[in-house]
């Protein structure tokens, strides 16, 4: 009988040891400081939503999450860091349309973002504002539709960089209405929007949090949103779909770690990013850089992924994209 209730014993244990580590490791991790990446410089809006989300991770994990800028090659330099790390869950990236992007403009590149970036979650989603210099005779995308078409060549378009979020979603627009636009690229926003006030560009697709402040102040005139809808940080502003439909551009941002990081320790991250999009401080912090909150599992995350990719490399195609 004594040696029944041994055989059971161990058989038990034999069982339930491949569901021990998981679980173990889900307990204990983390048990060290976690880098998030990010592939931009300090204090732009990317560089905001990584220190909000890392704080957040640190409270309520107990272990300080770390974030190292690495800006460069439109984030491919830190996204190469991450796709290339130990797979353990302590060294995440800050993900960003972007990414979805160089998917197709970069292909000399050693790393595959669909095949070696795990999705972990999404943060948040917010639109771009379709804004003009004071100077440009037009109030509403169809009058603007109709300046661009009257005056063809006359038309600069200014954007936070090639390939990025400013930039193509300036030329799905153009392409949509039937019109042709210079693109200036520049190194960041700051500059961009810096010869928009002066006249020197006449458009620019930008980020709602760096431009919400000069527009309402007057020094811009914003003509709508690129998502399909309104946004709160400026509710008057029309969706483009309302003129162009089946329009719409909107920017992502989320947590990917390296293919093959344990499921146990993408689920608790998972979870603790959930809780933060259901906190009202949270929130309340993104809602002032014009985000909303995007909770969802990894596989919602993968999908926002997958189709955005497939989009925007049709644009990217149609347009003609080289790296800069």
């Not at 320790?265 to 259901?278: G, H, Q, W």
Request: net charge neutral; hydrophobic share 45%.
């Amino acid at each position: 009988m004594k040696d029944r209730r041994q055989f059971s014993t161990c058989l038990l244990a034999g069982l339930m040891s491949p569901l021990a580590a998981p679980l173990a490791r889900a307990q204990s991790y983390p048990s060290r400081p976690v880098r998030i990446l990010v592939g931009y410089t300090a204090g732009g809006v990317s560089d905001i939503l990584a220190r909000l989300i890392g704080q957040w991770l640190s409270g309520r994990l107990g272990q300080p999450f770390v974030v190292e800028n690495r800006p460069g090659a439109a984030s491919n330099i830190a996204t190469d860091a991450v796709a290339h790390a130990p797979a353990d869950g302590y060294t995440l990236l800050l993900a960003g349309i972007s990414n979805a992007i160089n998917v197709a403009v970069y292909e000399n590149v050693n790393f595959d973002f669909i095949r070696d970036l795990a999705p972990v979650a999404m943060i948040s989603r917010s639109p771009l504002v379709m804004e003009v210099n004071r100077a440009v005779p037009a109030t509403t995308v169809p009058e603007f539709i109709a300046y661009a078409k009257a005056n063809p060549g006359a038309i600069n378009m200014s954007s936070a960089g090639t390939g990025g979020a400013t930039h193509v979603a300036g030329e799905l627009f153009a392409m949509m209405a039937g019109i042709k636009m210079s693109h200036v690229p520049y190194h960041g926003a700051p500059p961009a929007l810096a010869d928009l006030l002066a006249g020197r560009v006449q458009i620019m697709f930008d980020n709602m949090a760096s431009s919400v402040e000069l527009i309402k102040a007057g020094r811009l005139r914003a003509l709508a949103v690129t998502t399909t809808a309104r946004s709160e940080a400026l509710p008057d502003l029309p969706p483009i779909a309302e003129f162009l439909p089946d329009y719409e551009a909107d920017v992502w941002n989320g947590i990917v770690a390296p293919r093959n990081t344990p499921p146990d320790v993408v689920a608790k991250l998972n979870r603790e990013i959930n809780a933060a999009l259901a906190d009202a401080k949270f929130t309340a912090d993104l809602a002032k850089l014009g985000n909303v909150p995007a909770p969802g599992s990894p596989a919602d995350f993968q999908k926002v992924i997958a189709d955005d990719t497939e989009k925007w490399t049709k644009v990217v195609r149609f347009i003609g994209l080289k790296p800069s």
